[in-house]
């Protein structure tokens, strides 16, 4: 059985059962449901038209959950709308249904985080790590946000701020996580940059572009982790990296600066540099001070601090780090890197080993061991 397949064809049947009058929860069940019965019934028997038997299978299973509820009668009237047999549509509904998940009656983070569980596909762990918050945090406000939305007609969208914020961490769990959600959030952001025109849906748009065009170079043939000034640059997509540029360019003169054209930014000078040594490291702590006044967001003061210690020397970093939680992820990481430039490879090799335990993946933990291991290597010669 094709996952692959599935996971594409989830959001579109969701979204058929809310606009057939399915509140967001019950439907969200009822598409598990059917998944469920996909992964028993299809190996043995394939649907000619996989997306038309979810959506015949959710709306009967919907059906069933629906007349053992108080309002059996009422509930009861839609068995009039249930599809007709044949092809499901097949408009890609994965966007109007980000919209839909940012209902106005729930808070921009819940709605993310709805969003994320519910369409994105992530598990509460991963949202709780992208929003630096206790897994059990996370899964309350899930639920929470579940039953705000219990019952509520989907006919009034939410807003473009928070799909956005949606579609940048999805990116961002497929970009360094555990799932390979990055192609499919640049496809959505497209989708959404050629329907609105907004230059804050350009500037993530031409972040993302700007990312993933280095993808290729963030790993070794072995899998470990090459960081960004190790990275072969002959091996960028500049086609991606000029497309990029161009787009973030093009919102930026319309001068309505928002955190994501600043990001792009950042991006785009580390892409423009022939050579680490050559990246303009003072434009990049200019950015990241627009980026603290728009977000005032603790990751973007810990990335300063790194940008602070290749601008102006490791000591100035460390003070610039010194003002930040400690407990915030990668601080760590990067008091190690500030140490080991500032000459101090004992404390340095400390701190990378401390990161490699709070790493929250597999091969960032690998590459902080082997930063440790190589400190104390050079020590004991």
Request: hydrophobic share 45%.
């Amino acid at each position: 059985m094709d996952e692959a397949l599935v996971r594409s064809l989830t959001p579109g049947v969701l979204t058929i059962l809310v606009r057939r009058g399915a509140d967001f929860a019950a439907a969200e069940d009822a598409v598990q449901d059917a998944l469920i019965e996909a992964f028993r019934v299809w190996p043995a028997a394939p649907p000619r038209d996989p997306k038309g038997w979810l959506v015949t299978v959710a709306w009967r299973k919907f059906l069933d959950q629906a007349r053992a509820d108080s309002a059996r009668r009422r509930r009861e009237d839609l068995t009039e709308d249930e599809p007709p047999p044949g092809p499901a549509p097949g408009v890609d509904d994965t966007l109007q249904l980000y919209f839909l998940c940012a209902h106005p009656s729930l808070t921009p983070s819940s709605a993310v985080a709805l969003t994320l569980r519910a369409v994105g596909g992530l598990t509460t762990r991963q949202i709780a790590r992208a929003y630096l918050v206790p897994e059990a945090t996370m899964a309350q406000r899930i639920s929470r946000a579940k039953r705000t939305v219990s019952g509520v007609r989907f006919d009034r969208p939410g807003d473009v701020a928070t799909v956005l914020r949606v579609l940048y961490l999805v990116f961002n769990e497929g970009y360094c996580g555990d799932v390979d959600l990055a192609a499919e959030a640049i496809r959505l952001t497209r989708q959404l940059a050629a329907a609105i025109d907004h230059p804050e849906v350009a500037g993530l748009l031409a972040l993302m572009l700007l990312h993933h065009a280095r993808r290729a170079s963030r790993t070794g043939p072995d899998g470990s982790l090459v960081p960004l000034a190790e990275q072969d640059r002959g091996r960028w997509d500049t086609r991606m990296i000029a497309e990029g540029i161009g787009i973030l360019q093009a919102a930026l003169a319309r001068d309505r600066l928002g955190e994501f054209q600043a990001q792009a930014a950042v991006a785009a000078l580390h892409a423009d540099a022939p050579t680490a040594g050559e990246t303009d490291w003072v434009q990049i702590v200019e950015w990241y001070d627009e980026l603290a006044r728009l977000t005032d967001s603790p990751v973007v003061r810990l990335n300063r601090a790194v940008a602070i210690g290749e601008a102006d020397g490791p000591r100035a970093g460390l003070a610039a780090l010194a003002a930040l939680d400690d407990a915030l992820p990668r601080y760590a990481a990067v008091a190690a890197y500030l140490h080991e430039r500032d000459g101090d490879p004992e404390t340095a090799a400390r701190l990378y080993a401390e990161a490699a335990r709070k790493a929250p993946n597999l091969a960032e933990r690998d590459h902080l061991t082997r930063q440790a291991a190589r400190l104390n290597a050079g020590r004991r010669r």
